[in-house]
């Protein structure tokens, strides 16, 4: 495998040279910066989360069937305009369609990163707090209640969750301020294969606790039962949530891939890993939830609850494991927040002409305002967890609504409108041949059930799941 190298064709808009369009220089730094993106606090921290509330091997059932016919196929949907389009989303939409209202998709996604950024932010700041706790004490004392003691404290505090999250928002804004995205990508080449093997030891750790099994039990023994409207959109949003898809990101990262790399192939290596990466942090969640006798639907604060106890029960190694594993799930986290921030700064830049350092300022400091009144109802005990918007009679939290807009109707939305426009505003023979890329045979078998997938089962699968989700919003006594 020859090394990669990342350079930077100067392609620039020549009013503002500090906007220098970059472009990956091999298939290796494209997928870097794709799997950076995808696997994040979505794999470790929303997986179990959503799998604990939604009930467990139905939802993980449900989960597969989205990944595979909806959220991967929309992920290659996104990728081949990228690379066909070379510019931002907006401009992309633009420029295949021009004169119609499709590039308001790219608007949306837009808006649907900087939600999104705001809650995710919160999260990747209580990542920072477990690992200052593994920098000093490390995890020995971490019994159940002094779990719960150490998370409460994130969720009802007021200055310190703030600290925490402004760092995260600080730290992705500085990286993409200096235009070091690559090199961040670059070093989680190493780190993301470290992610990995850490994440086997603590499966290892987690299967052998005693009444492991049970948790085992949970994530495949599927209760279909327990399956209902709910499961179905919180796996319909989670799929395209941790596959970065519906807002524009994987179409900005395509946009500087070279001709001859093949889309259809990358996009399932990085559904893979994903999907692996998601599974192995679910095999090291539910068997220590049921060893330590916790609540498998604890919501949010899961992993800050479960982790830390695991952590506990391995002796010195904890310390070390521990420690590494959460600077791991912020390095992860990070590669994800650079790649929701940058379409927004991009846009900032492009559209509204902003000079790039006052677009990251601005786009950073947005994210991070709206972000606090998400921080501080992260729980009903936080500072504000007594407030709720009333929305058609919902009576939601902050956090809890900017996670449920963005993720429930957002990014599916955005989504949706990415494969109709592949169905409506596209060529097939011009899709069909991005996806293949110079060397690859647009004619091939795989790539016809793609297209065809994409238009039909993933856009009338998306439908379906919205409009039920808007109905039961609208209706929510029902
Ligand atoms: N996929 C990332 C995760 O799982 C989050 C993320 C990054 C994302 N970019 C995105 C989600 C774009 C939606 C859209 O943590």
Redesign the pocket.
């Known amino acids: 495998m020859s090394e990669q190298k990342f350079h930077l064709h100067d392609q620039a808009d020549p009013i503002d040279e500090a906007h220098v369009r970059g472009k990956f220089g091999s298939r290796l730094g494209f997928m870097l910066a794709a799997v950076g993106?995808?696997?994040?606090?979505?794999?470790i921290w929303?997986f179990p989360y959503k799998m604990g509330t939604s009930g467990g091997a139905v939802f993980l059932i449900v989960y597969l069937v989205c990944i595979i016919f909806v959220a991967a196929p929309a992920m290659l949907v996104e990728l081949s305009l990228g690379r066909h389009g070379q510019t931002s989303p907006v401009g992309t939409y633009k420029k295949i369609a021009p004169g119609t209202p499709w590039f308001l998709n790219g608007f949306m996604g837009v808006m649907a990163?900087f939600v999104?950024l705001s809650f995710y932010s919160v999260i990747a700041g209580w990542v920072i707090k477990y690992f200052i706790v593994g920098l000093g004490k490390g995890f020995s004392e971490f019994t159940a209640e002094h779990s719960e003691d150490v998370l409460r404290g994130l969720q009802v505090g007021l200055t310190e969750p703030l600290v925490y999250q402004a760092l995260a928002m600080i730290l992705t804004g500085v990286i993409i301020y200096m235009g070091i995205e690559k090199g961040i990508e670059r070093a989680a080449k190493y780190l993301m294969p470290l992610l990995f093997v850490l994440l086997i030891l603590i499966v290892v750790r987690s299967v052998t606790l005693k009444g492991a099994g049970a948790g085992l039990e949970f994530m495949f023994k599927p209760d279909f039962s327990k399956l209902n409207a709910q499961t179905v959109t919180s796996a319909l949003s989670q799929a395209f949530?941790?596959?970065?898809?519906?807002?524009g990101?994987m179409l900005t990262y395509a946009s500087y891939v070279s001709k001859d790399i093949h889309l259809g192939r990358s996009a399932i290596m990085i559904a893979g890993m994903d999907t692996g990466v998601a599974i192995l942090a679910g095999l090291a969640i539910f068997p220590a939830v049921f060893a330590f006798g916790l609540e498998a639907s604890g919501g949010p604060g899961l992993i800050f609850v479960t982790l830390p106890q695991i952590f506990a029960q391995m002796g010195f190694l904890g310390h070390l494991v521990g420690t590494a594993f959460f600077f791991l799930i912020f390095i992860a986290a990070l590669t994800?927040m650079i790649?929701?921030l940058e379409p927004v700064v991009t846009w900032l830049v492009d559209d509204v002409n902003l000079k790039r350092h006052l677009a990251t300022g601005l786009a950073t400091t947005g994210a991070f305002l709206l972000g606090i009144p998400a921080c501080l109802s992260a729980s009903d005990k936080g500072v504000l967890g007594e407030y709720t918007v009333s929305l058609f009679g919902n009576e939601l939290r902050f956090f809890d609504l900017l996670e449920n807009l963005s993720i429930n109707l957002m990014?599916p939305l955005g989504g949706l409108v990415a494969c109709l426009f592949l169905l409506l505003g596209w060529k097939k023979r011009a899709a069909m041949e991005e996806v293949a890329g110079s060397e690859g045979n647009p004619d091939h078998w795989a790539i016809k059930l793609w297209y065809y997938t994409a238009i039909t089962l993933a856009p009338v699968g998306i439908a379906c799941v919205l409009v039920t989700w808007i109905y039961g919003f609208v209706n929510p006594t029902k």
């Open positions: 993106s995808a696997i994040g606090l979505g794999n929303g990163g999104i949530f941790t596959l970065s898809v519906g807002m990101a994800s790649s929701i990014l």
